[in-house]
Nanobody
């Protein structure tokens, strides 16, 4: 069962923008932190940004000043607005959420969405 589904990835030119979305399924409840990670070919998955249910945010240094994470708790959705994109941002972007599914609490992950930035 897919707990999280990302969308909004694609191909953009350097300097362009993308807005990623991730919606949690109805099977998830008591969702706390949500966030975005990314993984480039041959590299480990790395943090991009996180946001608490109340709206407190944290950003990786590489994202700070260019990316904005936000969420809509009524829709169980988290967003990542990415501006001033660089080729180094090319990666598969994964959404994550900490919450409950049934009686199981854990960190749940989406399938990923590809972001490619051309120079």
């Amino acid at each position: 069962q897919a707990h999280l589904v990302e969308s909004g990835g694609g191909l953009v030119q350097a300097g362009g923008s993308l807005r990623l979305s991730c919606v949690a399924s109805g099977a998830m409840w008591d969702i706390n932190d949500m966030g975005w990670y990314r993984q480039a070919p041959g590299k480990q998955r790395e943090l991009v940004a996180t946001i608490s249910r109340a709206g407190s945010t944290n950003y990786a240094d590489s994202a700070k000043g260019r990316f904005t994470i936000s969420r809509d708790n009524t829709k169980n959705t988290v967003y990542l607005q990415m501006n001033s994109l660089e080729p180094e941002d090319t990666a598969v972007y994964y959404c994550t959420a900490r919450g409950m599914s049934g009686f199981r609490r854990g960190d749940y992950w989406g399938q990923g969405t590809q972001v490619t930035v051309s120079s």
